[in-house]
């Protein structure tokens, strides 16, 4: 089992900057990468910015340009850097780590989330 735990959130104002971070801890070894998910009220959870082993990153196209998505070097940590951050950009933000296994099942393993609201 993989334990995921995210920091970093909280209320800032619009055009202003966040940075949120997840660490993995237990089976960490085998997971083939990160990621960042967001759940708006009312919205289903998508896609925010996910990061292979490799290092070849993913983003919607909504944060395009805005956030950046980065791994530590024991790879074990990701980080989400939030910039210019819009209302549209409140949601509850979960870290993501998966596992492909040899006959190509994906499993996900999900942190708790972290509230991340813009507002003036």
């Known amino acids: 089992q993989v334990h995921l735990v995210e920091s970093g959130g909280g209320l800032v104002q619009p055009g202003g900057s966040l940075r949120l971070s997840c660490e993995a801890s237990?089976?960490?070894?085998?997971?083939?990468?990160m990621g960042w998910y967001r759940q708006a009220p009312g919205k289903e959870r998508e896609l925010v910015a996910s990061?292979?082993?490799?290092?070849?990153?993913t983003y919607v196209d909504s944060v395009k340009g805005r956030f950046t998505i980065s791994r530590a070097n024991t790879k074990n940590t990701v980080y989400l850097e939030m910039s210019s951050l819009k209302p549209e950009d409140t949601a509850v933000y979960y870290c993501?780590?998966?596992?492909?296994?040899?006959?190509?099942?994906?499993?996900?393993?999900w942190g708790q989330g972290t509230q991340v609201t813009v507002s003036p």
């Open positions: 993501n780590a998966y596992k492909v296994s040899d006959w190509g099942r994906t499993y996900d393993y």
């Open positions: 237990g089976s960490i070894s085998g997971i083939n990468g």
């Open positions: 990061i292979t082993n490799g290092g070849s990153t």
